[in-house]
């Protein structure tokens, strides 16, 4: 084992390498290790001073069609039988909704775009097979919380795509002892979800298990890491082809030479203020992605003239304000408004949307921009009645909600609608010089009292006419049900009673980490403005232009393409291609 081996040491021990891998996170690690794995000589650059990036914040799931155990289990549980076409169109259909077409060809999507879609679909499984080959890698259903050994169901119900089980795995647990390992992560999750997930009965290897899992294989296959590496440009020969990159470390400025490529799994840019505010689709308050993800791919791009694709695009969530104002890096995510007798509403007292869909498709509602160019819901107020902060289930979803009375300084908290406004209201003006003023209308009282209203009607007939909250079974799954038989005929609504306490939480979009940057060719080779691929350039992950464009097909969908991505580009780059047709150039 190299004495750097130990994702802390940050001292180079060579400045020359096969291949040159920037990030430690699911993408890198599986570049990298794939490339140690063909006989390269691989060195991963992480700027943080632990490995994992986001990675090791996840719940480690993983999103592949056609998996193994999916495959097995369709010969006797129609649940999973996996129908291509019908996910190819659910696919298409999430990532570019504005383009999708049934009926057209390749459902309306570019050439490229379809491609991208296709290969993953039709690749996807067998590569995950291939890493389980390594024997450092066994894959397993996230599990199930709710007692059933169908595994999580997926996020969305599609009329392409039903409500397909078994594309959703993760790894199995590193050991008992992860600090055996002998890694440091960078960072760590908050937030209590997936301990909450345990608790209810789901087994599942987590993102920091996916991590050591890579790691350990790189380490097998005779790769190496180093820390405290921040990449900040490449380095060409005279043919543009990419023959290294430039890092700082802790002795300063260091070139790294490449013999065969530089691969970037170098995450998103959400922690740079100038990048995201420049080509994000609207405001974001924070993100649950890690502090070091920065847009250094980004950057590089935009000064050598490499092709930037899907920029306005992130993997959506929402977080509470307050706790963002004092660090934009937050440990969990807000997977649904959590309870049953509660809304969401604008500023103006207004339901924007269903509160019990996924967080993807909720963090998209706060970059509505009206036809004066502001964001009207760049912020949103969560109320509940207190009956729900009263009740201490345990719940995957629920952070961060609280349980009384450890009430958090973010919520506020009044006996009347009246009195819960005025507390809002003074703590918004409170922060007015970190959110522009924005305060709540006048008539917020009032459209707020009709709003809950309308909402207990819904809640009394199970029925949301206008936003369809609770009529899915993956927005069901995750919904708490606390009330035994005073129950209404649909959980995810409870009435809101006319006497309080009420609680209120402020919160805006944010998002897992962004997805736009280089794109690729089905390789993961990165394109220049020209469309030609650059000589020994790759990316994966977060730090290019995911080909999901605007989609999360279901739990899993961001690591997926990060371990499939991330190991086509570590096959390309030792010359070795995943098949004949991926080395076609596809933008
Ligand atoms: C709470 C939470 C739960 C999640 N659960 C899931 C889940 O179950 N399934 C799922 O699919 N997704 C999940 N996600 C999202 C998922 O974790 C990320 O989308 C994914 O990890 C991104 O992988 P990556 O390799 O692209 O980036 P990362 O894992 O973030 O790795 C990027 C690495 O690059 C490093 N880096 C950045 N810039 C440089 C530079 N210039 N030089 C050197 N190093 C650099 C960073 O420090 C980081 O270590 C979750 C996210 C969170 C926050």
Known sequence: MSENMNGGGNTLAETEYDVVVVGAGASGLTAAMTAARGGASVIVLEVAEGIGGTTAKSSGGFWIPRNRLQLERAQTDDHFVDDRDGCLAHMARMAYPEKYDRGAERHGLDQHEWDHIVHYYDNAAEVIGDLESTDDITIMWLGSFRGDDLGLPSWFETEEDGNTYGRLLCVTAFDKDRGSAGFSLSAKRTGGSDEAMQSLGATFGDGVDLTLRLAASLRKYGGDVVCEHRVTDLVFDDEGGVTGVVADSPSGSVTVTARKAVIFGSGGLEHDKELREKYLRGPIVGSCGVETNRGDLVRIAERHDLSLGN?????????????????????????????????????????????????????????????????????????????????????????????????????????????????????????????????????????????????NGFAETGVDEDFGRGNTWPQQYFSVQFRGEDEKPNFTMYPIADTGPYYALVYGASCLGSKGGPKITLDGQILRNDRTPVPGLFGAGNCIASPTGAAYWGGGSTLGPAIFNGYCAGRAAIGDPLTAASSYVSA
């Not at 104002?325 to 807000?334: C, I, R």
């Not at 004066?372 to 107020?381: A, E, K, N």
């Not at 009956?387 to 629920?398: F, L, Q, T």
Request: aromatic fraction near 10%; include cysteine.
């Open 311 to 455: 920029m306005r695009e992130a993997w959506w969530a929402t977080l509470p304000l307050e706790p963002c104002l004092a660090s934009t890096e937050q440990g969990e995510l807000m997977n649904q408004l959590y309870g049953d007798a509660t809304v969401g509403v604008s500023f103006e007292g207004k339901r924007v949307s269903n509160e019990k869909e996924s967080y993807n498709e909720r963090g998209k509602i706060h970059s509505y921009q009206a036809p004066d160019g502001s964001y009207p819901y760049r912020l949103l107020v969560q109320v509940l009645h207190g009956s729900v902060i009263d009740d201490p289930s345990e719940w995957p979803a629920r952070w961060p909600v609280p349980v009384a009375p450890e009430i958090p300084e973010y919520v506020v908290k009044g006996d009347t609608l009246e009195e819960l406004a005025d507390a809002l209201r003074a703590r918004l003006d409170g922060l007015a010089d970190q959110t522009d003023g924005f305060q709540l209308s006048d008539d917020f009282v009032p459209n707020l009292k009709a709003t809950i209203e309308r909402f």
